[in-house]
Nanobody
Framework: QVQLVESGGGLVQAGGSLRLSCAAS????????MGWFRQAPGKEREFVAV????????YYADSVKGRFAVSRDNAKNVVYLQMNSLKPEDTAVYYC?????????????????????WGQGTLVTVSS
């Protein structure tokens, strides 16, 4: 069964940090581009970050560039999102996604429903 399970969300003060994890049961994990989206209350789901098969290609939304970092461990089938200097506007449910065909460079412009696999999400709340 193909599955993505996120963890690591929680409540943090503005300026703080969190690291999200996404454990994947997809095979072969190394052939999937992995990424993160988020959805704030009353808003559309938006792209946050994506990482290529090898980990060498990484793309970020402008709103998180310089603060967030995506990484992956292909031996453990896990992708991470390190979030630093968090702001109240980062409050959202964060979703992990996987896709084997959409180029990493195209994720930001691709309708999120087009991506193959989704997790259930983890809530991040940043207090001011």
């Amino acid at each position: 069964q193909v599955q993505l399970v996120e963890s690591g969300g929680g409540l943090v003060q503005a300026g703080g940090s969190l690291r999200l994890s996404c454990a994947a049961s997809i095979r072969p994990f190394s052939r999937y581009r992995m990424g993160w989206f988020r959805q704030a209350p009353g808003k559309e789901r938006e792209f946050v970050a994506v990482i290529s098969y090898s980990g060498l290609g990484r793309y970020y939304a402008d709103s998180v560039k310089g603060r967030f970092a995506v990484s992956r461990d292909n031996a453990k089938n896990v992708v991470y999102l390190q979030m630093n200097s968090l702001k109240p506007e980062d409050t959202a449910v964060y979703y992990c996604a996987a896709d084997s065909t959409v180029p990493s460079s195209a994720w930001a412009a691709t309708p999120y429903r087009s991506l193959e696999v989704w997790g259930q999400g983890t809530l991040v709340t940043v207090s001011s």
